[in-house]
């Protein structure tokens, strides 16, 4: 397993420098930090490209080798901001754009279609849920049906800096958040909290284990989708001392 760092908390304890856009601000109330999401940072996020980690129990992550769509990282960036110098600071600040884009983008449910970016890229040690093991093949063309489901898990996703990948992804030991059991939160988030027996300990049948399970790994795709057709346009977005969730400044 790689190493991970929680980029939402470790920048706020002063651990990585906050990239360009994202500032501490001091009030009388509460100190806040806050991120600019700016029109080029969400056509960066449009053109991101979603894999799967098959590390514990898997998680959406962005591609390693290729972000933005090519294996030209820097080139991708460039092309968007017309920046040819700042193209490190712009790709970390992606992680911060990428959580501010969960939490507070909407998007309908429905069928959607999406050229599949993975389709055209090297198999590497990150993987693709549509992709068949044996041949090695996945999809050019992804139809696929987002629900309400999705919809309600997809801000709950626990995101992190991936220092070893140097993308952002998410936690595949608690990818929403707080149990390793992931099956239960799930559960808890989409309003269906499982019975418990005497000792406390939630009960989920072998159905509901699957069900969760599979709905898990659909994460990768409805994530695709959700960063391609979400609706939020730019603007300013606060995380008040003491949280990790953003909210618009």
Known sequence: MHPRGRWATERRDGGFN???????????????????????????IRRMVVAWNG???????????????STDRDGDIFNVTGDDEGADEEHRAMGDALCVFLQNAVLKPGRYQYHNPLAKLDTSDVFDVFRDEATGETPEHITFEVTDEHLRLLPRLSLEWDDAYDVPGVDPKRPYGHMTWFTVEMAVHLGEPPEKDADGRAILTDEQENRLERLHREMQPAMQIFLRYGDLGPGLFRQPEGTIGWEPA
């Open 18 to 44: 906050r990239p360009a856009g994202r500032e501490r601000q001091t009030g009388d109330m509460s100190e806040t930090d806050t991120f600019d999401l700016t029109l080029e940072r969400i056509a960066l």
């Open 55 to 69: 590390a514990e129990a898997g998680a959406p992550m962005i591609h390693p080798d290729a972000p933005y769509g």
